[in-house]
C-alpha cells in the first residue's frame, strides 16, 4: 500500500546538487544531448586481444571489452572505459559458467569472432562495433555504435551507453511490471523501483526492475540483459526508428547476449543465469483473501466463517499493518488481537493459513526492541555525513535496515522467529522500493555495505527490495525447518523468483486497469517472474459486481490470486455484491481449485525448466508478424489457453486461437487453430480453451488445499490427430524433499488417430502419489470405442453419477488403447 494522501508518483530523487538536477534528469533522458564540457567517449579500432578459457578481452589501447561466454548461448559483454574492470559480482546472477563449453577465436581481415557450438560474437576491427549471429550466418542483434560513456559530474563514475540497431520488423517484450503494450517498440522507459500509488497506462516507472527483454526479428529471438543496479534506461526505437538502446547513470556497462532462436529459448537461458522460482506450497496455489486491513479478531473471524458457510474456497487470510503495535513490525495489536497464536491455530484447524504484512521502516523507539537490536549492532543505513537515514512512514520516524549486508539480513530472518511460533504461515514485504512519505525513496547519499563491494544508494535503489525479501525467505526457511516459506515483495531486481511470488501494487478499481493487469502479468512471466498477481478487483477505487467477477475469472488464471483491496472501499469478499455475482465468483474459485494439480504441474515446469507460466501469443506463435501485437490472449502452461473479458456488457468477443485444435472448456466445442473467432462471454463464462492432444488432471472441488485426499485422480483427454506430451507433477506439497528427488513426475505420450487412441505412461521420480488410480474422461473421439486395453488387459468403461463415461485406471499403468 502506499500513502494515500499523496497520489503521484513518488520516484523524484533528492540529488545531492539540486541547481544540476533539472540539467541531468534532461540529459539522462535524452542521451543525444550533452552536458556542458562533457566529451562524448567512443570506443575506437580494436588494438589486440588476449583468452583466458572462456573468456576473451579485446583493447583499443586504453579501453577493454570483456568477451565472457557463459555457455553455448550465453555471452556477456563489459566494458572498462579505463581498462579496469569492476570485482565481479551480481545480485542477479546464479548460474557459474559452463566449463567445458566450446569457445574459439577466429580473426579474419574485418572481424575477431568469438564462436560457440551455436552462437558467433563479432566484433569489428575498424570501430569495435559487436554483433552476434547464429550458426546460420544471420545477425540477430548488432551494435548501431561502439559502446561510449560520459563523465557523470554530479556523482563521478560515468554515465554508460549501448546504442543497437533496430529491424524494421523487431519486437520487443520483457522489462517487469511496466504498464503499457507488449510490444515496447516505440517506447522509452525508465527502471528505478518507486511507490506508484494509483498508477495510470503508461505510467513510468513502476514498483520493479527487470532490466531483460527480448527481441525477435524475421521469426527469430535474442534477449539482452543489462545486469546494471543503477537508474537504467531502454529506447524501443522511440527517438530513432532503426535504433535500440540502454543507458545507466552509473556502474558497469555489462550485458548478456541470449541466443535464442524461440522466445521460450531465450527466457529458458535468463532462468538459467538468474534462477527459478522455487516450488510453492501447494496451499499458496490456493484463492487468497486480503484487505487493509482485517481487524479486530472477531472481524477475522466472520470473514472466515462467511467463506466455510458459503462453502467458496479460501486457502489464506491477510493481516495488514493494523496487526501491529502502532506499526511496529513484528509485534501484535493486543487490543485488536488478544491472543494471536489461539485465533491462527483456530484458522488453521478450519483450513486458513494466516499471511502478515512486513515492512522495512522501523520505528525510532528506544523502547521497540527491533529497534533496540539494530542500534546497537549499527545495522541501519547512514547518511553519506554519516547521520542515520531516518524518514516517515507508517510507524512515523523511521530508520531503515541495510539488506545489502550479510549480517543484517542473518538477523532481520532471526525477527520472524516469533511470528512464526505464532503459526503465521507466510509474509507480505510492503513499501521496500524502499518508499518513505513525502521524499519518496531514501537521497541517493545514503550508503550500502553491498556484500562488499560499497556504494551509494543509486547503486543499491533498485536491490533493496529484493535484498528484504532474500533477507525474509533465508531466515523463514531456517525457521520452518523443512518446510517452504511462502513469500511475497512489491519491489524487485532480476532474480527474485529465486526468494519471492510478486505482485502489481496498488492498482484501481477500473475496466483499464484489469486490461492492464493481464499485460503485467503476461510481461513479468516472460521476465523471469512467473509467481506473480495483481490486486483482483482494484486496490483503490470502486468495483461494480461485473468488474469484480470478471476480475476474478481472470485472477483464476494469474498465478498468485488474491484479492486484495483498501480500507476506505466497500468490501470485497466474493459475496459482497449480492448473490447473482457470489454464484459467479464462488463458480470460477471452484475451478481454480479443479485446475489445482494441472497449475502446480505448470509451477514444477518453471522450477525444473525455466518455462515462463503465462505465455503471450508472441511466445507460441513468434514467427507470425501479427502475432507481436496481440495482447488478450495468452496461454497457462502448455496446454491452456486464456481470453479475458475487458470490457463492460461485453456480450462476446474476437479471440485467437493458435495453429492446432483446441476445445472450449465450458462446453467442449471443437475449434481448428491459427484463426480467429467470435466467442460468446455471458457473464457466468470467459473463454478458455484446451489445446487437442491434452490430458488435462483435475481435483474434486475442496475447501482448501489439502481438505481429503484424493483417491482416483481426474484426468481428462481431449483428441487430435499426432502425438502429444503431458505432464503431472506431485510431491509433499509443501517441504523441500523435491530437491533430493522426493517427488513423481508423470509424462503420459498421447497418440491419437481417426480409428484408435494410445497413451502411454512414463515418470521420474522417488515420491508415491496419494492417489492410487485415474478415472479417464474421453473429449472429442471422433469414433465410439469398441475396444479398451490397459496393459493388455481388456476394460469397459465406466459411468459417474451424471451419466459421464470414464477408464478406470490404476496409477502406474503403462500403456492404454482406445479403438
Not at 520487443?172 to 504498464?179: E, I, N, P, S, V
Request: proline fraction near 5%; charge should be negative; glycine fraction near 8%.
Amino acid at each position: 500500500m502506499a500513502d494515500t494522501t499523496k497520489k503521484g508518483d513518488f520516484a523524484n530523487d533528492l540529488l545531492p546538487n539540486p541547481e544540476t538536477l533539472d540539467d541531468t534528469i534532461q540529459h539522462v533522458n535524452n542521451p543525444v544531448l550533452d552536458l556542458p564540457n562533457i566529451e562524448k567517449l567512443y570506443l575506437t579500432a580494436v588494438k589486440g586481444y588476449s583468452q583466458e578459457a572462456n573468456t576473451v578481452y579485446f583493447t583499443d589501447g586504453k579501453s577493454k571489452v570483456e568477451v565472457k561466454v557463459y555457455s553455448e548461448d550465453i555471452i556477456r559483454i563489459r566494458l572498462a572505459p579505463e581498462g579496469s574492470f569492476l570485482e565481479d559480482f551480481s545480485y542477479a546472477i546464479s548460474f557459474k559458467e559452463d566449463n567445458y563449453v566450446s569457445v574459439e577465436v577466429i580473426e579474419d581481415s574485418e572481424y575477431y569472432k568469438v564462436k560457440t557450438n551455436t552462437t558467433i560474437c563479432l566484433i569489428r576491427k575498424s570501430d569495435f562495433n559487436i554483433s552476434f549471429s547464429d550458426m546460420e550466418g544471420q545477425v540477430l542483434n548488432r551494435d548501431h555504435s561502439a559502446m561510449h560513456w560520459e563523465e557523470n559530474v554530479d556523482f563521478g563514475g560515468y554515465y554508460v551507453y549501448c546504442t543497437k540497431e533496430a529491424a524494421a520488423d523487431e519486437a520487443f517484450f520483457g522489462l517487469g511490471d511496466k504498464a503499457t503494450n507488449l510490444n515496447l517498440r516505440g517506447k522509452r522507459v525508465k527502471n528505478w523501483n518507486s511507490d506508484t500509488y494509483s498508477y495510470a497506462f503508461n505510467q513510468d516507472p513502476l514498483y520493479k526492475t527487470i532490466p531483460f527483454y527480448i527481441g525477435v526479428t524475421e521469426g527469430k529471438a535474442y534477449g539482452i540483459f543489462f545486469d546494471n543496479t543503477f537508474k537504467t534506461y531502454f529506447d524501443f526505437a522511440a527517438e530513432h526508428q532503426d535504433q535500440t538502446s540502454f543507458w545507466s547513470e552509473g556502474g558497469e556497462l555489462q550485458y548478456y547476449y541470449i541466443q535464442g532462436p524461440k522466445m521460450m529459448d531465450v527466457v529458458k537461458r535468463y532462468h538459467k543465469l538468474t534462477g527459478t522460482h522455487y516450488m510453492p506450497a501447494m496451499w499458496g496455489l490456493g484463492y487468497h483473501q486480503c484487505r487493509w486491513s482485517y481487524y479486530p479478531e472477531n472481524k477475522v473471524r466472520e470473514v472466515a466463517y462467511e467463506f466455510r458457510k458459503r462453502e467458496i474456497p479460501c486457502d489464506a487470510i491477510y493481516l495488514d499493518i493494523d496487526y501491529m503495535d502502532g506499526y511496529r513490525c513484528f509485534t501484535w495489536n493486543k487490543r485488536y488481537f488478544p491472543d494471536p497464536k489461539k485465533m491462527i491455530s483456530d484458522l488453521n484447524a478450519n483450513g486458513f493459513k494466516t499471511v502478515v504484512m512486513i515492512d522495512p521502516g522501523i520505528k525510532v523507539d528506544d523502547n521497540y526492541w527491533v529497534f533496540k537490536q539494530g542500534k546497537d549492532n549499527n545495522y541501519f543505513c547512514r547518511r553519506g555525513d554519516d547521520y542515520f537515514m531516518e524518514g516517515f512512514v507508517w510507524p512515523g520516524r523511521c530508520q531503515f535496515p541495510d539488506f545489502t549486508n550479510p549480517e543484517v539480513r542473518t538477523w532481520w530472518g532471526t525477527l520472524y522467529k516469533g511470528l512464526v511460533d505464532d503459526g503465521v504461515a507466510g509474509f507480505w514485504n510492503d513499501m521496500n522500493e524502499p518508499a518513505v512519505f513525502g521524499r519518496g525513496t531514501f537521497p541517493n547519499d545514503v550508503r550500502h555495505q553491498f556484500e562488499g563491494h560499497r556504494g551509494s544508494h543509486r547503486k543499491a535503489h533498485n536491490v533493496y527490495g529484493m535484498q528484504m525479501v532474500r533477507a525474509t525467505y533465508d531466515g523463514l526457511k531456517k525457521l520452518y525447518k523443512n518446510k517452504r516459506p511462502f513469500t511475497i515483495t512489491r519491489a524487485a531486481y532480476a532474480g527474485t523468483q529465486r526468494y519471492s511470488s510478486v505482485w502489481t501494487g496498488d492498482n484501481i478499481a477500473t475496466w483499464e486497469h484489469l486490461r492492464i493487469g493481464t499485460l503485467q502479468l503476461q510481461r513479468l512471466s516472460v521476465s523471469g517472474l512467473s509467481f506473480c498477481g495483481t490486486d483482483i478487483g482494484g486496490f483503490t477505487g470502486e468495483p461494480d459486481g461485473e468488474l469484480y467477477s470478471r476480475w476474478m475469472q481472470f485472477g483464476v488464471f494469474s498465478p498468485f490470486m488474491r484479492v486484495h483491496s483498501a480500507g476506505d472501499t466497500r468490501d470485497r469478499e466474493p459475496w459482497s455484491f449480492g448473490p447473482e455475482w457470489e454464484a459467479i465468483c464462488k463458480k470460477f474459485i471452484e475451478l481454480r481449485y479443479k485446475l489445482l494439480p494441472y497449475i502446480y504441474s505448470t509451477f514444477w515446469l518453471q522450477h525444473k525448466y525455466g518455462e515462463p507460466i503465462l505465455r503471450p501469443i508472441a511466445m507460441l506463435e513468434q514467427e507470425k508478424a501479427k502475432n507481436m501485437i496481440r495482447e488478450e490472449e495468452f496461454g497457462f502452461g502448455n496446454q491452456l489457453l486464456v481470453s479475458p473479458v475487458l470490457h463492460p456488457g461485453q456480450a462476446n468477443k474476437i479471440v485467437y486461437l493458435p495453429e492446432g485444435t483446441w476445445y472450449y472448456y465450458f462446453d467442449n466445442t471443437y475449434y481448428e487453430g491459427g484463426q480467429e473467432y467470435t466467442i460468446d462471454t455471458p457473464l457466468d463464462e470467459m473463454p478458455f480453451f484446451v489445446r487437442g492432444g491434452s490430458i488435462i488432471p483435475e481435483y474434486p472441488v475442496m475447501q482448501f488445499t489439502g481438505e481429503r485426499r484424493v483417491e482416483s485422480l481426474r484426468l481428462n483427454l481431449y483428441y487430435a490427430e499426432g502425438e502429444y506430451t503431458s505432464s503431472l507433477y506431485s510431491d509433499h506439497g509443501e517441504t523441500f524433499a523435491y530437491e533430493q528427488g522426493v517427488y513423481v513426475e508423470k509424462h503420459f505420450i498421447t497418440t491419437c488417430d481417426a480409428k484408435q487412441v494410445n497413451v502411454i505412461q512414463g515418470e521420474d521420480g522417488l515420491y508415491t502419489p496419494y492417489y492410487t488410480g485415474f478415472d479417464l474422461y474421453l473429449v472429442g473421439l471422433p469414433f465410439e470405442p469398441k475396444q479398451i486395453t490397459v496393459d493388455g488387459n481388456k476394460v469397459s468403461m465406466q459411468q459417474d453419477d451424471e451419466g459421464k463415461l470414464f477408464v478406470k485406471l490404476d496409477r502406474d499403468f503403462k500403456k492404454i488403447n482406445i479403438q
